[in-house]
């Protein structure tokens, strides 16, 4: 479903990501970690097509990533900014229009759940609602991938573990890719089905959860461990 | 067409401030002139004449428009540019938004330059109409013919600026700016090859007064007009827009394929 063929990405003098090939199929969820400036966000980005690779090719379905591939893919960046003059429910109502996609029942439905006031301006929300709002934004729209780039960072338990519980309910695991980079790997280790390793640009190793715990008897931390130590 | 007209609803928002601010500029500026000069009987000429001033200074408001509303999206790239919308699209919802705004705020402008412009400029009704038509047909034509020069240098600026720093991207775009400015306004644009390709199909528009000269003291205002029999091509108006569509397109293409988030 999204392959990388021998991708890298530099930035004048700074390599993000080096030499990557990488498959990933849709109706799993999927872990990507790393230490920070490890090239996560640079994975993310390259799928959804915000940024080009310097060399190799990044293809959804057999396609050529570009930007228009939102079409496609929902990304949650790992950035707040949103429209500051709306409230949460004209943001919704703004990106129903932008995405044919965009399920608005669903999002009502996400909403309601993440108990999120319809009526707040977006410039008046807290950093956790912002966190809740995105989730709302990206998981509302019935597309093959979702992108969640650090969605539970710097959020309180409270509402990471709303998140982690939104995920599940929420993704059409049979049909959707959810990618997920993430730094609270204990929250969410039960909810993934593949773990993804970066290194220094480099993707180190790529596992399925359930076998790495059956195989090697280690949880993800343990794993991930063995490869930064 | 459902998206793009939620688009310049978003993009009303947007660059709602920059309209308003034109509008809020005009009344104070107007409301200093007037209480200046109204002790000395000159009240209505100085409407006009900063009508006038206010007016012709619309030429620059696309270009500012657009450099303020770009410059709010590029705090959220990531929400503008993931988006399936081709960037021409994305681009035409801000031009299409400003010119609506520059149009509201040249009507205003123009109420004050007639009613003050009355007092001075001795035009039948007809004159007034045909003159007005054409300088405002012309102040909002060239004031977004501008503005697509300032999208593709923002748009440059935006590609720049991922490797090098915000202020070395800005002097390189500035500098770039002003050799092309040179290259085209100075040397490409006075050829005689300019010449053959844009002067053809002769427009007469008759006489247009095209100065004014002031000289205003405390016991008197002179205001001189001047003009001449104006003719203008057709084929600089095609060959304008022919160019002005190229740069459009190359400024859309670079931020569809070559801006990062």
Redesign the interface.
Known sequence: MIEFKNVSKR??TKTALRDVDLKLDKGKIIGLVGLNGAGKSTTM?LI?G???PSKGSVELDGEKV??????KVS?L?E?D???S??TVQQTID?FA????DFNKEKAEEIRAYMNLDANTKVKHLSKGNRGRLKIILTLSREVPVLLMDEPLSGLDPLVRDSIVKGLITFVDTEKQLVLLSTHQIMEVEMILDEVIAIKDGELVDHRNVEELRYDEQKGILEWMSSIYE | M??W???VK?EF??GLPIMLLAVVLFLVGLVIVTATTYKFGYAMDAVGIIGLAWGGGHFFFMAIYMLYSLGVER?????W???????SGLLAAKLVTGTVYMIISLLIVSIAAYVGGLNFVPFSDGTWFKVGMIAFVHVVSLSIDFSIYVILAYIVFLLLV??MPTFLSGAVVFIGWWLFAYLYFGLFSQSKFYAAITEWGKIDLGFIANSLQFDISTKEALINMQGEQLTVYAGYYIIELIIILIIYFIASWLL???V??
């Open positions: 930035y004048m980005k959804a915000l940024i080009n570009t930007r228009r591939i939102a079409s990304y960046s950035l900014e949103y429209y003059f709306y703004f229009t932008q995405f044919p | 459902k998206a007209l939620a688009l978003k928002r947007i705090k959220r790239l990531h929400l540019l993931h988006n399936p919308m081709h960037a991922r490797y569809d394929k070559k990062e988030v």
